[in-house]
């Protein structure tokens, strides 16, 4: 075995091959493996259920998250529409469970493919349109994707919704929180791979020449039109594998949840993880769906103490309102996000006492 | 809802509407800040090296859309009552017309307003009412996928 190297304290880099490698030391990739261990022995034993279930829909999200940063952080490009995306994918794996009795292992990948699809029409817009035309085009997606899970019945059950059978791997029924834990998580670190990987890429790095300027990629020969419609494919894609596990996880699903709220949810997600940052859409996850989970935490507690009448019409809108406030902070304080915080404090340590 | 066709009312707010837009036909014509505020849409470096106070510009803008906005909050108000859990779908509604009928035209939102407003009532009579919420955005995106700066709005020219 090579000896572990340390972080050197300049760009010795020679080769680009070096410039590309995932982990820039080999204690990187120890710590990455025991931080792996430790989620995947640790965490789900350690964990009472209701934070087993908080973990799970992080896990959920920041597979949702991480495809959504590869259409707006990598590709540059936006999507309103993201939380109908993962609709889709929910009532993709519903349909083809109930329907077509498809086993899960094929389900999700499946669901994610036809969310694909999806996502690609929706993408269609995006040829022609830029800026806040086009973030309307996907507003219009969300809202038609809305329409067609409520009003085609005869598919998607209506607003009675669809009601998943129990999933079940290899023989092995997945069942409970801790199933789902290891099933859920083993989905996103294969997603996280194959989106750490895409980036380094050549469609990862014109993914990044359009964002940067469209025209001049262009110029230099990539065709920018079956570029951006693949990074909405892929970034439909992730938001549909998500969907799909959200769809078993929750068993039963209707059409309410995929709204506008949703979608915005997880641009915040992106915007306070960090743009163009892979490790930034999960920092956001967790950021966000904590601030959830901790502000119904707090208006539960004050609701129970206090014993007066219509205190919780004052306190509904208190979630709301922090969730605004924590997202403008963000942006005024720290444009590029979670990771850049936590690339500041890991450079700190690294650099201290001599920070210059 | 419980007016008749002509009531004070609608003629009211058609008065107020057609005053603000002349208004601001006229503001952005003619007055300095409107000038520069335009200049500030069309290019912001450039207007700041001109010596348009663009900060101040943003808060004037930011002040004169709240005010109009709520206008149009109590001409609403006056003729349809208010309910808190519309407005935010208001809200949202605006985007089509301002979009459909290009960014930076006033003109083009009176006609985009005149279409998508005509075409929810009408699709919401003739089809069905639940559909009324989503024709405006499927007609948006097909007008959008032929003029991409909607009906109205000015052609940006891009160079690398």
Redesign the interface.
């Known amino acids: 075995m090579r000896t572990l190297r340390f972080r050197p304290c300049g760009n010795y880099k020679i080769h680009y091959r070096e410039e590309l490698a995932v982990f820039e030391t080999d204690f990187g990739r120890v710590w990455a493996a025991a931080g792996l261990t430790a989620l995947f022995v640790l965490v789900p034993w350690l964990s009472t259920p209701y934070l087993l279930y908080v973990v799970n829909l992080i896990g959920i999200s920041s597979i949702a998250a991480l495809g959504l940063n590869i259409l707006v952080g990598y590709t540059g490009l936006i999507s309103l529409g993201h939380g109908a995306f993962f609709g889709v994918g929910a009532y993709a794996a519903g349909i083809l469970a109930v329907t077509y009795g498809v086993p899960f292992l094929a389900v999700v990948p499946l669901a994610g493919l036809v969310t694909a699809v999806v996502g690609m029409v929706f993408g269609i817009p995006s040829g022609r349109l830029k800026g806040l035309y086009l973030t309307i085009a996907t507003l219009a997606g969300q809202f038609i994707i809305e329409y067609v899970l409520v009003h085609w019945e005869s598919v998607t059950g209506g607003t009675m919704g669809i009601t998943l059978p129990a999933p079940s791997l290899f023989g092995i029924p997945v069942a409970g929180d801790v199933g789902f834990f290891y099933v859920i998580y083993a989905t996103a670190a294969v997603m996280i791979f194959g989106a750490v990987n895409l980036m380094r890429t050549r469609y990862g790095r014109a993914f990044v020449a359009i964002r940067d300027n469209d025209r001049a990629a262009e110029g230099m020969g990539i065709p920018i039109f079956p570029y951006k419609l693949l990074s909405f494919a892929v970034s439909s894609f992730y938001a549909g594998v998500a969907g799909a596990l959200w769809g078993y996880y929750m068993i039963s699903i209707t059409a309410e949840p995929f709204n506008l709220g949703l979608s915005v949810e997880y641009i915040a997600m992106v915007i306070i993880g960090g743009l163009g940052s892979i490790s930034g859409a999960i920092f956001g996850t967790v950021f966000i769906t904590l601030l959830n989970e901790g502000l119904r935490w707090v208006t539960d507690t004050i609701m129970n103490m206090g014993g007066v009448a219509g205190v919780e019409l004052t306190l509904a809108p208190l979630r709301e309102f922090v969730f605004g406030l924590a997202i403008v902070l963000f942006i005024l304080f720290e444009p590029r996000g979670l990771a850049e915080v936590w690339r500041i404090v890991k450079s700190s340590f690294r650099l201290w006492p001599f920070s210059y | 809802m419980g007016h008749r066709p002509g009531a004070p009312v609608y003629v009211a707010a058609v008065i107020i509407g057609s005053l603000f837009l002349l208004l601001f036909g006229l503001f952005f014509k003619f007055s300095s800040q409107g000038i520069y505020m335009r200049s500030v849409a069309d290019n912001q470096p450039a207007a700041l090296s001109l010596g348009v106070h663009v900060r101040r510009v943003f808060a004037l803008s930011w002040g004169i859309a709240a005010m109009v906005a709520g206008i149009s909050g109590i001409v609403m108000g006056i003729i349809n009552g208010i309910n808190v859990h519309e407005l935010s779908s208001i809200g949202?509604k605006v985007?089509?017309v301002v979009?459909l009928g290009g960014?930076d035209s006033i003109g083009g939102a009176i006609i985009g307003g005149l279409i998508i407003g005509l075409l929810e009532t009408f699709t919401g009579g003739y089809l069905s009412p639940?559909?009324r919420?989503?024709v405006p955005?499927?007609a948006?995106?097909f007008i959008?996928?032929v003029k991409?700066?909607?009906l109205f709005g000015l052609v940006e020219i891009?160079?690398?």
């Open positions: 949202l985007f089509p979009i960014l639940s559909l919420d989503i955005y499927v948006l995106v959008l996928l991409r700066y909607g891009e160079r690398v």
